[in-house]
């Protein structure tokens, strides 16, 4: 089963920051968080991952709460091409990745 | 940029056919997956291999088998298809535990 919650759909106006939230509040110490998104008729992309620092790469940055029982998904200026599913998944680093349904994200003109 | 290609974009296949699905990547990676998509269930794993020669059963893999005879492909195969497998299959990869590279994927229709 997944380990997680999110959001079965949000919107977000284009230029916006889209903040996606996850719970996992049954995280284990040597559990990551990582992030994937699904652009219709594609393979899913890997987008960020971290363990309980905030991290942030070229696609967006990830913040985890203190307690690593939730964590959110920014895209600072969200385009109409970051329309997808958004998949949070929590795993250790040598496990095998579970999806669950994830966040239909829709970025509106 | 690593690259994971799958044979067909599309696949229509009868009853009872014996199916293969070729999966090959051009990074070395030493991991494989194999995944199917059905609405409304998300993403689910059927076999995986961490070396060649080497398979694992995911959380599905009934009346599925995989070969990895070779690091940078991998197969799944149907041995005799059947409607409820039709089926987005998609093949991953990745070097040690880090992150996962997909394929395009595969549209599976089994009449």
């Known amino acids: 089963d997944a380990k997680t919650t999110q959001p079965p759909s949000m919107d977000c106006a284009e230029g916006r920051a889209a903040n996606l939230p996850c719970n996992h509040s049954t995280i284990s110490g040597n559990e990551y968080v990582y992030w994937y998104r699904q652009i219709h008729s594609q393979g899913p992309q890997y987008i960020i991952h971290g363990l309980k620092n905030n991290e942030t790469n070229e696609m967006a940055s990830l913040i985890i709460t203190e307690d690593r029982k939730s964590s959110t998904l920014i895209l600072p200026h969200a385009t109409l091409r970051d329309t997808a599913v958004y998949y949070c998944i929590v795993r250790v680093r040598d496990d095998k990745i579970i999806f669950g349904k994830g966040t239909r994200l829709h970025i509106l003109p | 940029d690593v690259k994971v290609t799958q044979s067909s974009r599309y696949l229509v296949k009868r009853t009872g056919e014996k199916v293969f699905l070729e999966c090959v990547q051009d990074m070395d990676h030493e991991n494989m997956f194999w995944y199917r998509q059905d609405p409304g269930l998300g993403l689910r794993l059927i076999y995986f291999?961490?070396?060649?020669?080497?398979?694992e059963k995911g959380d599905i893999p009934e009346g599925y088998s995989v070969s990895r005879e070779k690091k940078e492909r991998f197969s799944l195969i149907l041995e005799s298809a059947s409607t409820n497998q039709t089926s987005m299959y998609l093949c991953?990869?990745?070097?040690?535990?880090?992150?996962?590279?997909f394929g395009p994927g595969t549209r599976l229709t089994v009449l």
């Open positions: 991953a990869s990745s070097v040690e535990s880090n992150e996962q590279f």
């Open positions: 291999s961490y070396d060649v020669k080497m398979k």
